[in-house]
Protein backbone atom coordinates (compact mmCIF):
# COMPACT_ATOMS: atom_id res chain seq x y z
CA UNK A 1 0.00 0.00 0.00
CA UNK A 2 1.36 3.01 -0.63
CA UNK A 3 -0.09 5.35 2.29
CA UNK A 4 0.64 4.32 5.77
CA UNK A 5 -2.62 2.05 6.44
CA UNK A 6 -5.88 1.53 4.71
CA UNK A 7 -8.68 3.21 5.37
CA UNK A 8 -10.68 1.81 7.19
CA UNK A 9 -7.89 -0.96 8.57
CA UNK A 10 -9.80 -4.45 7.86
CA UNK A 11 -9.81 -7.01 10.10
CA UNK A 12 -6.87 -8.97 9.00
CA UNK A 13 -4.18 -8.07 6.37
CA UNK A 14 -1.34 -10.18 5.44
CA UNK A 15 1.63 -9.81 3.44
CA UNK A 16 3.29 -12.58 1.52
CA UNK A 17 6.59 -13.17 -0.51
CA UNK A 18 4.74 -14.13 -3.41
CA UNK A 19 5.80 -10.57 -5.59
CA UNK A 20 4.04 -7.81 -6.51
CA UNK A 21 1.62 -7.49 -9.44
CA UNK A 22 2.43 -5.37 -12.25
CA UNK A 23 0.54 -3.11 -14.35
CA UNK A 24 0.32 -0.19 -16.88
CA UNK A 25 -1.83 2.21 -18.32
CA UNK A 26 -4.64 -0.06 -19.12
CA UNK A 27 -5.84 -3.13 -16.56
CA UNK A 28 -8.58 -5.22 -17.74
CA UNK A 29 -10.76 -7.44 -15.37
CA UNK A 30 -12.90 -10.04 -15.11
CA UNK A 31 -16.67 -9.65 -13.09
CA UNK A 32 -18.22 -12.82 -12.31
CA UNK A 33 -21.34 -11.91 -11.00
CA UNK A 34 -24.35 -12.95 -9.90
CA UNK A 35 -26.07 -10.37 -10.70
CA UNK A 36 -25.51 -6.74 -12.71
CA UNK A 37 -23.69 -4.05 -10.94
CA UNK A 38 -25.77 -0.75 -11.82
CA UNK A 39 -24.04 1.26 -14.54
CA UNK A 40 -23.35 3.97 -12.30
CA UNK A 41 -21.61 1.73 -9.37
CA UNK A 42 -19.17 0.57 -12.63
CA UNK A 43 -18.44 4.06 -13.61
CA UNK A 44 -17.88 5.21 -9.91
CA UNK A 45 -15.21 1.98 -9.68
CA UNK A 46 -13.23 3.14 -13.04
CA UNK A 47 -13.38 6.53 -11.06
CA UNK A 48 -11.62 5.32 -7.88
CA UNK A 49 -9.11 3.28 -10.29
CA UNK A 50 -8.19 6.40 -12.18
CA UNK A 51 -7.57 8.81 -9.22
CA UNK A 52 -5.83 5.93 -6.92
CA UNK A 53 -3.75 5.15 -9.88
CA UNK A 54 -2.46 8.75 -10.01
CA UNK A 55 -4.52 9.35 -13.36
CA UNK A 56 -2.15 6.57 -14.99
CA UNK A 57 -3.97 3.75 -15.59
CA UNK A 58 -7.59 3.13 -16.29
CA UNK A 59 -9.97 -0.20 -16.04
CA UNK A 60 -12.50 -1.93 -17.94
CA UNK A 61 -14.14 -4.39 -16.69
CA UNK A 62 -15.21 -7.60 -19.40
CA UNK A 63 -18.84 -8.72 -17.10
CA UNK A 64 -20.05 -12.12 -17.05
CA UNK A 65 -23.22 -12.37 -15.53
CA UNK A 66 -23.10 -15.94 -14.57
CA UNK A 67 -21.23 -17.41 -10.64
CA UNK A 68 -22.45 -20.67 -9.97
CA UNK A 69 -21.25 -20.07 -5.97
CA UNK A 70 -23.60 -16.68 -5.87
CA UNK A 71 -20.34 -14.40 -5.23
CA UNK A 72 -18.69 -11.17 -6.69
CA UNK A 73 -15.62 -12.08 -8.08
CA UNK A 74 -13.39 -9.48 -9.61
CA UNK A 75 -10.11 -11.51 -11.30
CA UNK A 76 -7.03 -9.18 -12.91
CA UNK A 77 -4.22 -11.15 -14.56
CA UNK A 78 -4.61 -14.59 -13.65
CA UNK A 79 -5.65 -14.08 -10.41
CA UNK A 80 -4.95 -15.78 -7.20
CA UNK A 81 -6.33 -18.45 -5.02
CA UNK A 82 -8.66 -17.10 -2.95
CA UNK A 83 -10.90 -18.51 -0.02
CA UNK A 84 -13.84 -16.68 1.54
CA UNK A 85 -15.52 -17.83 4.93
CA UNK A 86 -18.82 -16.75 5.27
CA UNK A 87 -18.73 -14.50 7.87
CA UNK A 88 -16.22 -12.54 5.82
CA UNK A 89 -17.98 -9.51 3.73
CA UNK A 90 -14.92 -9.62 1.05
CA UNK A 91 -11.59 -10.89 1.30
CA UNK A 92 -8.82 -9.62 -1.83
CA UNK A 93 -5.55 -12.03 -2.50
CA UNK A 94 -2.95 -10.72 -4.73
CA UNK A 95 0.51 -11.99 -5.95
CA UNK A 96 2.68 -11.96 -9.23
CA UNK A 97 0.47 -13.68 -11.35
CA UNK A 98 -2.72 -11.09 -10.77
CA UNK A 99 -5.77 -9.98 -8.38
CA UNK A 100 -8.96 -11.63 -7.19
CA UNK A 101 -11.37 -9.75 -4.95
CA UNK A 102 -14.09 -12.09 -3.77
CA UNK A 103 -17.30 -10.86 -1.51
CA UNK A 104 -21.38 -12.68 -0.91
CA UNK A 105 -22.90 -9.27 -1.88
CA UNK A 106 -23.10 -6.04 -3.97
CA UNK A 107 -22.15 -3.68 -0.97
CA UNK A 108 -19.00 -6.31 -0.05
CA UNK A 109 -17.69 -6.32 -3.37
CA UNK A 110 -17.72 -2.58 -3.88
CA UNK A 111 -16.19 -2.86 -0.23
CA UNK A 112 -13.74 -4.60 -1.20
CA UNK A 113 -12.84 -2.36 -4.41
CA UNK A 114 -12.74 0.30 -2.19
CA UNK A 115 -9.87 -1.59 -0.42
CA UNK A 116 -7.95 -2.61 -3.36
CA UNK A 117 -7.08 0.72 -5.13
CA UNK A 118 -5.78 1.60 -1.88
CA UNK A 119 -2.97 -0.96 -2.52
CA UNK A 120 -1.74 0.35 -5.57
CA UNK A 121 1.42 1.66 -5.53
CA UNK A 122 3.50 3.64 -8.64
CA UNK A 123 6.67 2.98 -10.25
CA UNK A 124 6.49 5.09 -12.72
CA UNK A 125 3.60 7.84 -13.96
CA UNK A 126 5.84 9.70 -16.61
CA UNK A 127 3.64 9.93 -19.75
CA UNK A 128 3.89 6.48 -22.10
CA UNK A 129 6.15 4.81 -19.66
CA UNK A 130 3.63 3.81 -16.83
CA UNK A 131 4.27 1.57 -14.44
CA UNK A 132 2.16 0.45 -11.06
CA UNK A 133 1.78 -2.62 -8.95
CA UNK A 134 0.43 -4.20 -6.17
CA UNK A 135 2.22 -5.91 -3.45
CA UNK A 136 1.24 -9.79 -2.75
CA UNK A 137 -1.39 -9.61 -0.06
CA UNK A 138 -4.12 -10.94 1.16
CA UNK A 139 -6.86 -9.58 3.34
CA UNK A 140 -10.16 -11.07 4.79
CA UNK A 141 -12.38 -8.43 6.40
CA UNK A 142 -15.97 -7.43 7.60
CA UNK A 143 -17.84 -4.87 9.28
CA UNK A 144 -18.49 -4.61 13.45
CA UNK A 145 -21.89 -2.54 12.56
CA UNK A 146 -23.89 -2.57 9.92
CA UNK A 147 -25.80 0.85 10.18
CA UNK A 148 -22.53 3.06 9.84
CA UNK A 149 -23.68 6.61 8.91
CA UNK A 150 -22.76 10.68 8.22
CA UNK A 151 -25.11 13.57 8.88
CA UNK A 152 -24.28 16.52 6.56
CA UNK A 153 -26.39 19.62 6.64
CA UNK A 154 -26.58 21.78 3.95
CA UNK A 155 -26.85 25.69 5.40
CA UNK A 156 -27.19 28.84 3.41
CA UNK A 157 -23.14 29.16 4.03
CA UNK A 158 -22.60 25.78 2.90
CA UNK A 159 -20.65 25.46 -0.74
CA UNK A 160 -22.15 22.40 -2.88
CA UNK A 161 -18.49 21.35 -3.52
CA UNK A 162 -17.81 20.93 0.32
CA UNK A 163 -20.94 19.13 0.44
CA UNK A 164 -20.05 16.69 -2.68
CA UNK A 165 -15.98 16.07 -1.10
CA UNK A 166 -17.55 14.87 2.07
CA UNK A 167 -20.06 12.33 0.12
CA UNK A 168 -17.38 10.98 -1.77
CA UNK A 169 -14.95 10.64 1.18
CA UNK A 170 -17.62 9.01 3.41
CA UNK A 171 -18.31 6.47 0.48
CA UNK A 172 -14.44 5.91 0.22
CA UNK A 173 -14.58 5.19 3.82
CA UNK A 174 -16.95 2.69 3.30
CA UNK A 175 -19.85 4.41 5.10
CA UNK A 176 -23.63 2.92 4.30
CA UNK A 177 -26.13 5.89 4.59
CA UNK A 178 -25.88 9.78 4.04
CA UNK A 179 -28.58 12.23 5.76
CA UNK A 180 -28.48 15.45 3.96
CA UNK A 181 -30.54 17.97 6.12
CA UNK A 182 -31.50 20.89 4.19
CA UNK A 183 -31.91 24.36 6.71
CA UNK A 184 -34.17 26.64 4.11
CA UNK A 185 -32.05 25.78 1.73
CA UNK A 186 -33.94 23.37 -0.61
CA UNK A 187 -36.69 24.84 -3.10
CA UNK A 188 -39.86 22.62 -2.50
CA UNK A 189 -42.90 23.14 -4.92
CA UNK A 190 -45.23 22.98 -1.63
CA UNK A 191 -44.27 26.48 -0.55
CA UNK A 192 -41.48 28.95 -1.49
CA UNK A 193 -40.61 30.18 1.23
CA UNK A 194 -39.21 27.27 3.28
CA UNK A 195 -36.31 27.98 1.29
CA UNK A 196 -33.96 31.26 1.17
CA UNK A 197 -33.77 33.69 -1.82
CA UNK A 198 -30.80 33.66 -3.56
CA UNK A 199 -29.40 30.61 -0.74
CA UNK A 200 -30.94 27.38 -2.30
CA UNK A 201 -30.93 24.83 -4.36
CA UNK A 202 -33.59 22.98 -6.76
CA UNK A 203 -34.48 19.61 -8.22
CA UNK A 204 -31.50 19.28 -10.66
CA UNK A 205 -28.64 20.96 -8.35
CA UNK A 206 -29.46 18.32 -5.40
CA UNK A 207 -30.66 15.45 -7.34
CA UNK A 208 -26.55 14.71 -8.66
CA UNK A 209 -25.34 14.41 -4.62
CA UNK A 210 -27.98 11.73 -4.62
CA UNK A 211 -26.99 9.98 -7.59
CA UNK A 212 -23.37 10.27 -6.39
CA UNK A 213 -24.18 8.74 -2.63
CA UNK A 214 -25.87 5.88 -4.12
CA UNK A 215 -23.08 4.98 -7.02
CA UNK A 216 -20.76 4.58 -3.96
CA UNK A 217 -23.34 2.38 -2.59
CA UNK A 218 -24.68 4.47 0.29
CA UNK A 219 -28.36 4.79 0.86
CA UNK A 220 -29.37 8.65 1.16
CA UNK A 221 -31.86 9.63 3.91
CA UNK A 222 -34.16 11.92 4.08
CA UNK A 223 -35.01 14.55 6.89
CA UNK A 224 -36.46 17.47 8.06
CA UNK A 225 -36.83 18.48 11.31
CA UNK A 226 -41.18 18.35 12.47
CA UNK A 227 -40.91 19.36 15.82
CA UNK A 228 -37.99 21.85 17.16
CA UNK A 229 -35.93 24.01 14.63
CA UNK A 230 -38.80 24.61 12.61
CA UNK A 231 -36.79 28.28 11.54
CA UNK A 232 -34.71 26.00 9.78
CA UNK A 233 -31.56 27.94 11.26
CA UNK A 234 -29.62 28.04 14.54
CA UNK A 235 -31.08 29.25 17.38
CA UNK A 236 -27.98 31.60 17.59
CA UNK A 237 -28.66 33.20 14.53
CA UNK A 238 -32.28 34.68 14.86
CA UNK A 239 -33.87 33.58 11.15
CA UNK A 240 -37.15 32.05 10.64
CA UNK A 241 -37.08 31.61 6.68
CA UNK A 242 -40.86 31.06 6.59
CA UNK A 243 -41.96 34.11 9.09
CA UNK A 244 -39.22 36.40 7.68
CA UNK A 245 -40.47 35.78 4.09
CA UNK A 246 -44.58 36.18 5.41
CA UNK A 247 -45.93 36.32 8.46
CA UNK A 248 -49.46 35.27 7.44
CA UNK A 249 -48.02 31.28 8.13
CA UNK A 250 -47.43 32.14 12.09
CA UNK A 251 -49.59 29.49 13.02
CA UNK A 252 -47.75 26.73 11.30
CA UNK A 253 -45.82 27.59 14.51
CA UNK A 254 -45.92 28.00 18.19
CA UNK A 255 -45.58 31.67 18.59
CA UNK A 256 -42.22 32.16 19.03
CA UNK A 257 -41.91 30.05 16.06
CA UNK A 258 -38.79 28.24 16.86
CA UNK A 259 -41.51 25.03 17.40
CA UNK A 260 -44.00 23.50 14.65
CA UNK A 261 -47.68 23.83 16.29
CA UNK A 262 -48.77 19.83 15.51
CA UNK A 263 -52.33 20.51 16.80
CA UNK A 264 -52.65 22.34 13.66
CA UNK A 265 -54.17 20.12 10.50
CA UNK A 266 -52.35 22.68 8.19
CA UNK A 267 -49.34 21.91 9.89
CA UNK A 268 -49.13 18.00 9.53
CA UNK A 269 -50.26 18.80 5.78
CA UNK A 270 -47.42 20.92 5.05
CA UNK A 271 -45.24 18.37 6.38
CA UNK A 272 -46.16 15.56 4.56
CA UNK A 273 -46.35 17.29 1.33
CA UNK A 274 -42.70 17.95 2.20
CA UNK A 275 -41.83 14.34 3.13
CA UNK A 276 -43.66 13.95 -0.37
CA UNK A 277 -40.69 15.83 -2.04
CA UNK A 278 -37.99 14.40 -0.16
CA UNK A 279 -39.02 10.80 -0.93
CA UNK A 280 -38.80 11.83 -4.90
CA UNK A 281 -35.03 13.40 -4.41
CA UNK A 282 -33.40 11.25 -2.48
CA UNK A 283 -34.91 7.88 -4.32
CA UNK A 284 -35.63 4.39 -2.46
CA UNK A 285 -34.96 3.61 1.02
CA UNK A 286 -35.99 2.43 4.30
CA UNK A 287 -35.60 5.16 6.43
CA UNK A 288 -36.39 8.57 7.07
CA UNK A 289 -35.01 11.13 9.77
CA UNK A 290 -37.95 13.19 11.33
CA UNK A 291 -35.71 15.37 13.75
CA UNK A 292 -37.43 15.82 17.43
CA UNK A 293 -34.79 17.48 19.58
CA UNK A 294 -34.81 20.79 21.42
CA UNK A 295 -38.61 21.46 21.03
CA UNK A 296 -38.22 24.08 23.63
CA UNK A 297 -41.22 25.85 22.61
CA UNK A 298 -43.33 22.46 22.17
CA UNK A 299 -47.22 23.14 23.63
CA UNK A 300 -47.50 26.97 24.27
CA UNK A 301 -50.21 28.13 21.67
CA UNK A 302 -53.41 28.35 22.71
CA UNK A 303 -54.61 25.31 21.75
CA UNK A 304 -51.55 23.49 22.06
CA UNK A 305 -51.88 24.19 25.87
CA UNK A 306 -54.87 22.35 26.15
CA UNK A 307 -53.35 19.11 26.07
CA UNK A 308 -50.49 17.19 27.94
CA UNK A 309 -47.60 17.16 26.62
CA UNK A 310 -46.56 13.72 26.81
CA UNK A 311 -49.54 12.47 24.86
CA UNK A 312 -49.65 14.78 22.32
CA UNK A 313 -46.30 14.26 21.42
CA UNK A 314 -46.92 10.51 21.74
CA UNK A 315 -50.21 11.23 19.37
CA UNK A 316 -48.01 13.25 16.76
CA UNK A 317 -45.29 10.49 16.56
CA UNK A 318 -47.47 7.46 16.15
CA UNK A 319 -49.24 9.28 13.13
CA UNK A 320 -45.90 10.31 11.38
CA UNK A 321 -44.63 6.60 12.20
CA UNK A 322 -47.70 5.01 10.59
CA UNK A 323 -47.55 7.46 7.59
CA UNK A 324 -43.56 7.18 6.91
CA UNK A 325 -44.01 3.04 7.32
CA UNK A 326 -46.82 3.56 4.66
CA UNK A 327 -44.23 4.77 2.50
CA UNK A 328 -41.87 1.68 3.26
CA UNK A 329 -39.61 3.61 5.70
CA UNK A 330 -38.91 3.46 9.19
CA UNK A 331 -38.79 7.13 11.05
CA UNK A 332 -35.43 7.63 13.47
CA UNK A 333 -36.05 10.45 15.65
CA UNK A 334 -33.22 12.24 18.17
CA UNK A 335 -33.68 11.40 21.63
CA UNK A 336 -33.94 13.92 23.89
CA UNK A 337 -36.97 14.90 24.18
CA UNK A 338 -38.14 11.64 25.49
CA UNK A 339 -35.81 11.15 28.49
CA UNK A 340 -35.19 13.47 31.94
CA UNK A 341 -31.95 14.10 32.92
CA UNK A 342 -32.77 13.32 36.38
CA UNK A 343 -33.09 10.09 35.37
CA UNK A 344 -29.87 9.81 34.43
CA UNK A 345 -26.39 9.84 36.35
CA UNK A 346 -24.24 12.92 35.12
CA UNK A 347 -20.87 11.41 33.75
CA UNK A 348 -17.72 12.00 35.19
CA UNK A 349 -16.36 13.96 32.39
CA UNK A 350 -18.26 15.09 29.88
CA UNK A 351 -22.49 15.94 30.18
CA UNK A 352 -25.82 14.46 29.91
CA UNK A 353 -28.10 15.54 26.84
CA UNK A 354 -31.84 14.99 27.92
CA UNK A 355 -34.63 17.75 27.99
CA UNK A 356 -37.79 15.56 28.35
CA UNK A 357 -38.02 17.05 31.91
CA UNK A 358 -38.45 20.58 30.39
CA UNK A 359 -42.58 19.83 29.50
CA UNK A 360 -42.59 16.31 30.88
CA UNK A 361 -42.08 14.49 27.28
CA UNK A 362 -40.05 12.21 28.60
CA UNK A 363 -43.27 9.99 29.76
CA UNK A 364 -44.10 9.75 25.98
CA UNK A 365 -41.67 7.03 25.55
CA UNK A 366 -43.97 4.28 26.92
CA UNK A 367 -47.18 5.46 24.33
CA UNK A 368 -44.51 5.36 21.02
CA UNK A 369 -44.67 2.76 18.17
CA UNK A 370 -41.44 0.62 18.85
CA UNK A 371 -40.79 0.51 15.33
CA UNK A 372 -39.26 4.55 15.61
CA UNK A 373 -35.88 4.14 15.51
CA UNK A 374 -34.18 6.20 18.15
CA UNK A 375 -30.64 8.34 17.66
CA UNK A 376 -29.47 9.04 20.96
CA UNK A 377 -27.20 11.96 20.37
CA UNK A 378 -24.92 11.74 23.63
CA UNK A 379 -22.09 14.21 22.29
CA UNK A 380 -20.78 14.50 26.33
CA UNK A 381 -19.97 10.63 26.96
CA UNK A 382 -16.16 9.88 26.77
CA UNK A 383 -16.22 6.76 28.15
CA UNK A 384 -17.39 3.42 27.23
CA UNK A 385 -20.00 3.68 29.59
CA UNK A 386 -23.93 4.64 27.55
CA UNK A 387 -27.08 4.40 29.91
CA UNK A 388 -29.31 6.59 27.74
CA UNK A 389 -28.69 4.09 24.62
CA UNK A 390 -29.09 1.06 26.92
CA UNK A 391 -32.32 2.32 28.74
CA UNK A 392 -34.08 3.04 25.47
CA UNK A 393 -33.12 -0.69 23.70
CA UNK A 394 -34.48 -1.65 27.15
CA UNK A 395 -37.56 -0.49 26.58
CA UNK A 396 -38.01 -2.29 23.18
CA UNK A 397 -36.63 0.15 20.75
CA UNK A 398 -33.53 0.16 18.31
CA UNK A 399 -31.08 2.47 18.98
CA UNK A 400 -28.61 4.70 16.53
CA UNK A 401 -25.26 6.26 18.93
CA UNK A 402 -25.18 9.34 17.45
CA UNK A 403 -21.39 11.26 18.21
CA UNK A 404 -20.41 14.61 17.05
CA UNK A 405 -16.51 15.62 16.63
CA UNK A 406 -14.67 15.14 19.61
CA UNK A 407 -12.60 11.81 19.02
CA UNK A 408 -12.82 10.35 22.46
CA UNK A 409 -16.80 10.67 21.94
CA UNK A 410 -16.83 8.77 18.72
CA UNK A 411 -14.44 6.21 20.44
CA UNK A 412 -16.75 5.63 23.55
CA UNK A 413 -19.88 5.82 21.68
CA UNK A 414 -18.66 3.25 18.96
CA UNK A 415 -17.32 0.98 21.48
CA UNK A 416 -20.54 1.23 23.33
CA UNK A 417 -22.65 0.69 20.03
CA UNK A 418 -20.80 -2.76 19.95
CA UNK A 419 -21.06 -4.01 23.49
CA UNK A 420 -24.80 -3.10 23.30
CA UNK A 421 -25.66 -4.21 19.68
CA UNK A 422 -27.23 -1.31 19.00
CA UNK A 423 -28.61 -0.69 15.46
CA UNK A 424 -26.06 1.57 14.43
CA UNK A 425 -23.84 4.79 14.82
CA UNK A 426 -24.49 8.04 12.76
CA UNK A 427 -21.97 9.99 13.06
CA UNK A 428 -22.84 14.37 12.82
CA UNK A 429 -21.14 17.14 11.60
CA UNK A 430 -23.69 19.88 11.78
CA UNK A 431 -21.71 23.56 10.89
CA UNK A 432 -18.55 21.86 11.68
CA UNK A 433 -18.02 20.15 8.36
CA UNK A 434 -14.66 21.42 7.03
CA UNK A 435 -13.14 20.79 10.65
CA UNK A 436 -14.64 17.20 11.02
CA UNK A 437 -12.93 16.29 7.25
CA UNK A 438 -9.23 15.80 9.37
CA UNK A 439 -11.51 13.44 11.82
CA UNK A 440 -13.44 11.48 9.34
CA UNK A 441 -10.94 8.46 8.56
CA UNK A 442 -9.86 7.91 11.57
CA UNK A 443 -14.27 8.14 12.71
CA UNK A 444 -15.08 5.73 10.04
CA UNK A 445 -12.56 3.12 11.03
CA UNK A 446 -13.81 3.28 14.29
CA UNK A 447 -17.53 2.67 13.29
CA UNK A 448 -15.96 -0.51 11.34
CA UNK A 449 -13.07 -1.97 13.42
CA UNK A 450 -13.75 -4.61 15.73
CA UNK A 451 -10.86 -3.00 18.36
CA UNK A 452 -11.89 0.36 19.28
CA UNK A 453 -9.37 2.14 16.83
CA UNK A 454 -8.37 5.11 18.86
CA UNK A 455 -5.46 6.53 16.31
CA UNK A 456 -4.91 10.04 15.71
CA UNK A 457 -6.76 11.97 13.05
CA UNK A 458 -3.58 12.31 10.11
CA UNK A 459 -4.42 15.21 8.31
CA UNK A 460 -1.69 14.76 5.62
CA UNK A 461 -2.83 11.69 4.57
CA UNK A 462 -6.65 12.26 5.07
CA UNK A 463 -5.79 15.11 2.13
CA UNK A 464 -4.25 12.24 0.20
CA UNK A 465 -7.51 10.15 0.31
CA UNK A 466 -9.65 13.21 -0.23
CA UNK A 467 -7.88 14.85 -3.58
CA UNK A 468 -7.82 10.90 -4.91
CA UNK A 469 -11.89 10.58 -4.94
CA UNK A 470 -12.31 14.67 -5.44
CA UNK A 471 -10.89 16.12 -8.51
CA UNK A 472 -10.37 20.40 -8.17
CA UNK A 473 -8.42 20.69 -11.25
CA UNK A 474 -6.31 23.19 -9.92
CA UNK A 475 -8.83 25.10 -8.69
CA UNK A 476 -7.89 26.51 -5.07
CA UNK A 477 -11.38 27.30 -3.89
CA UNK A 478 -12.41 23.65 -3.98
CA UNK A 479 -9.48 22.19 -2.97
CA UNK A 480 -8.76 20.38 0.59
CA UNK A 481 -11.38 21.55 3.66
CA UNK A 482 -10.59 25.18 4.99
CA UNK A 483 -12.29 28.03 2.47
CA UNK A 484 -9.29 30.28 3.48
CA UNK A 485 -5.51 30.15 4.63
CA UNK A 486 -5.81 33.23 7.12
CA UNK A 487 -8.52 33.60 9.74
CA UNK A 488 -9.52 37.53 9.72
Same mark, same amino acid.
Given at each position: MYLTRLYPSPKTKSETSSGSFSFGSSVRGRLVLPKELPYEVIDSLKYLWHRFSFTASNIEFDICNLSSENVYKLVIGNGA? $? %? @?????????? %??? %???? @????????? $?NGFKTLIQLICPNNLAEGEESLYIESVEIHDSPSLNFRGIHLCVFPDSKLSTIEKAIRLAGLLKLTHVILEFWGTYRFDCLKSLSWEGYSYGYNEIKPLMNLARS???? /???? @?? #??? #???? %??????? #? /?????DLRYAKLFEPDGWTFCISNPDTRKLLSAIREELYDLCGEGNYIHLGFDEAYSFATCPECRKHEPSKLLAEYLNYLSDDCLSHGRRPIIWHDELIDRNDFPAPKEGYLVANGQNRGTSKALDLLDKRIIIADWQYGYLDETNPTSEYFQKAGFDVIACPFDNNRNIAALSVSAKKLNLFGVLLTTWHHLPDYFPKLPAAASMLWEDENCRFNQNWTETASLLRMVYDVAGDYKTAGWSMQEVDG
Open positions: D $I %S @LKKEEEYAIK %SDS %SGVT @LAAWEKKGF $ILDME /VIPM @LN #HFG #HATA %SRVSCGR #H /VVLNS
